[in-house]
């Protein structure tokens, strides 16, 4: 089986590594950031903190390369899908294509550029500490599910679930895998800008009763525009919120918003709680919390230039 | 005529500057600063900026070392009240103490401590650019008036207006100061924090649609905080942040919250949103986009300390 990730910042890496460790998959890892392509073709890809693993994916930043691939993972930042599908699809014009980004919105994207689209979630999440070398803060599960509009054959599903699960990244197949997305944008959307904002790691913003009171107003928006969809989440954010909060599992992880500000890249708020708000429009859900943080990112996003 | 102006950072030092130049006027500036201290007994007080300004207070970081005061002029952050009033009480034992601070809940705290309390607000701003120099950004209007719960006589407050007026900073004395005071509170805490968390200044925080939404939103909560206990206003909290947001008046002004911030040192968030929170609760008033502005900036505070 070929496997191409696209995008291979920290989840993408997770994927490409773990996956390069079974013997019947072949991984391909594309990626603009040169350095990390370069480095993962000298010396593999590392993983360390959550798992320890160095595994050999192929990397490339020129698409032309590609192989036919069976399968996608699409795990690059919201805003960079539409490039990301359309320099990558002649790869998988007989494969599916899985996104397991963040946010509202990726499969459509994926679905004007490929004929086959798995609607994905991830909760794993890390940090490229060098080229080549990924710290694994968080494991998680993965759900795979058909994309409505245009859904990849449901035992392709289940073949690229299994093959993640074997390469230790537990990975369900669903028929309806709405619930999950929406239960970790709303996780996201609850959480990251907060630790963005404030520079706090998830854990210490969940211990700071104030902040913790407006993670649970958004939380509660989200729910409810999850609602007004007829999506049935399948466990309640606030869950995931204070399990991820404990030592052992994402006290001191900085969310990739923050990671994101601190560098002073654009963040993904548009597909997450702007994702929420314009969502909340269509289907007639008030969202102000949600609205004061989108704008309130964009604003420090702006203050970064001139 | 004695007066001391307690706490000479950016605003108070635009008053003690100011004062000093009247011949009638005898101005003593208290301020833990001892760089700033030494500066102005070395080389004077200079103001740049919206007005050029060159003068000789007498300034000292020892509160045994001042006269006996006609009049106070308070001009510490407002967390930093309680000792400032506490350390120089003495000299106002027949004297009349006003505040021009940030906030809501400094008129209480000078009431422990002396008899005499006039209520204020100012809208001049600026910066220390280094010891003994500030950067004038923005003139504006002071309002004095006797405090209510221990009340300045009137007379001694319109001396107090008289002075300043003369000084270069024009003030009037009025009977109920509460309008002005709440409208520069609001003002300030529909803009600053949002100045805080996003890095911009007040002219770019009010051309970003969104951030101006958010700023209306914070600008009708606090006026049903303000109307709920009979405050009238003297005039629309929004007038004044778009006449702000002008090129030539303080379009590129960093709010001081952002000044704060970026030196990592505290902010008035609490005698600003909090103030506006509290107050609402105390009337039935719901303050939501206030309260969750006051969590992110105490989650901000809080990032700077393991």
Redesign the interface.
């Known amino acids: 089986m070929n496997v191409c990730v696209v995008g291979c910042g920290a989840v993408g890496s997770l994927f490409a590594a773990n996956l390069a460790t079974l013997d019947d998959v072949e991984v391909w890892a594309y990626d603009l950031a040169q350095a990390h392509v370069a480095a993962i073709n000298r010396d593999g890809l590392r993983l360390t903190g959550a798992g320890e693993v160095l595994s050999h994916p192929r990397a490339t930043s020129d698409a032309a390369e590609l192989p036919p691939c069976d399968f996608g993972i699409v795990a690059t930042k919201a805003m960079h899908t539409s490039a990301a599908i359309a320099a990558t699809a002649h790869a998988f014009a007989d494969g599916c294509v899985a996104t397991v980004q963040n946010g509202i919105g990726n499969e459509e994207v994926l679905a004007e550029h490929v004929e086959r689209v798995i609607r994905g979630t991830t909760f794993p999440a890390g940090k490229i500490t060098s080229p080549g070398v990924v710290q694994w803060d968080v494991k998680g599960d993965t759900t795979f599910g058909p994309f409505d509009a245009k859904p990849a054959p449901f035992d392709q599903v289940q073949l690229l679930a299994d093959a993640c699960t074997r390469a230790g990244m537990p990975t369900k197949a669903v028929e309806d895998a709405r619930g999950p997305q929406w239960r970790k944008v709303i996780f996201n959307a609850a959480t990251n800008p ?1 630790g963005a ?4 790691t998830h854990g ?2 969940c211990e ?1 009763p ?2 913790r ?2 993670v649970t ?1 958004l939380v509660d928006e989200g729910k409810a525009v999850a609602a007004a969809q007829g999506i049935e989440l399948d466990s309640d954010p606030e869950e995931l919120i204070d399990f991820a909060a404990r030592p052992e599992v994402a006290y001191g992880h900085k969310a990739s918003m923050l990671q994101d500000v601190e560098a002073r890249r654009q963040t993904e708020v548009d597909y997450l709680n702007g994702g929420i708000v314009e969502f909340g429009k269509r289907f007639g859900v008030e969202t ?2 949600h ?6 990112i ?3 996003e ?3 230039t001139q």
């Open positions: 907060l904002l404030t520079g706090l210490r913003v700071h104030p902040l009171a407006l107003k102000p919390e609205a004061a943080i989108w704008a309130l964009k604003g420090m702006a203050s970064w």
